[in-house]
């Protein structure tokens, strides 16, 4: 766990290879799930990443599961408007409840299909 700050890689600098090889996985990524994360301008880096890696990867998925259910709603906002042709509600989808119920029956339901 890292908290929101935008000065993390001047506390932690061993994070800064991490990001390296998250900018990796991001851009081969299908399925991106995102848990318990505002996107707040503390972590403008990893916006940045899965941004990029939904606008450029026309398969990619992400889902999120916050209390806050605006969330989801603000990043189909977004990307809608970064690209017209975005499927922002095929594409970002919200898991309502608490993460430790839901993401193991979405996951499984998930590899049944795919």
Known sequence: MIPPNAMKFD??????SLVGRAAGEFAAATLII??????SDADAYISRMISRAMLDIQKTRMIITDPDYRIAGRLRRKFSVLSPDFKANERILRLHGDCSETLP???SAYQQVH
């Open 34 to 39: 995102v848990v318990g994360s505002s996107f």
């Open 105 to 107: 029956t979405f996951l």
């Open 11 to 16: 506390v932690a600098s061993p994070l800064q």
